[in-house]
């Protein structure tokens, strides 16, 4: 088994829509949360880390819940400039490296 | 914010040969270091971690002997793809550890063709 697993996708959404992303991970010692987005061919970049009580920054949502080792990504009214790769991603009980999750695909169209 | 400088961006190169890749902290200290690899259409896989003065430990499954790395100061770590060969052909990425907040930062990957 994975240690953080998330669906492929693509998620194919209209401009406008609402998307969740939902990913799980393995360890329960993890620390640390964060999704991060990939655009093709280029680094990653942070897009938000998760905190326990949930967070929200604009359009973006992270929700974690430790007790079924699930985290959640909500993007409402997406645009065309969403679309991208979304990385789960945990940093383990060791405090120090991160772990990838295979990535989720968002296409926006028109 | 943090800026991760990494070298060349892109580099084609002949089977056998070796090639070097180089990950520059430009404004903080970073004690970490991390190489991942990233093949087509697959996330990031972790190669090794390099700390500051010390050998790097590397994952399981990783050359170390093919891979070297070396982190000779806060703000460099190097990745020498040794003989490479066209399966080594990929997407290296690294990652620095802000020692003063333990951000990480990447770099902007080295994309590699062996030939």
């Known amino acids: 088994r994975k240690e953080v697993e998330q669906d492929p996708g693509p998620f194919n959404v209209p401009e406008g829509a609402t998307v969740a992303f939902n990913c799980t991970y393995s360890n329960s010692a993890s620390q640390s949360f964060f999704w991060y987005r990939q655009d093709c061919r280029k680094e990653p970049k942070l897009l938000m880390s998760v905190y326990s009580s949930g967070n929200e920054d604009g359009r973006f949502t992270a929700q974690l819940n430790r007790a079924s080792q699930y985290i959640s990504l909500l993007i409402r009214d997406s645009k065309l400039s969403d679309s991208a790769t979304y990385l789960c991603v945990v940093n383990g009980d060791a405090g120090n490296m991160l772990t990838f999750g295979g990535g989720t695909r968002l296409m926006v169209k028109p | 914010g943090a800026v991760v400088s990494q070298h060349p961006s892109r580099v084609i190169c002949k089977s056998g040969t070796s090639v070097k890749i180089e990950c520059r902290s430009l404004d903080f200290q970073a004690t970490t270091m991390f190489w991942y690899r990233q093949f087509p259409k697959q996330s990031l896989m972790l190669m090794a971690t390099s700390n500051e003065g010390s050998k790097a430990t590397y994952e399981q499954g990783v050359e170390k002997d093919k891979f070297l790395i070396n982190h000779a100061s806060l703000t460099l770590s190097t990745l020498t793809v040794t003989s490479a060969h066209p399966e080594d052909s990929s997407f290296y990425i690294c990652?620095?550890?802000?020692?003063?907040?333990?951000?990480?930062?990447f770099g902007s990957g080295t994309r590699l063709t062996v030939v």
């Open positions: 990652s620095a550890r802000d020692l003063a907040d333990y951000g990480y930062t």
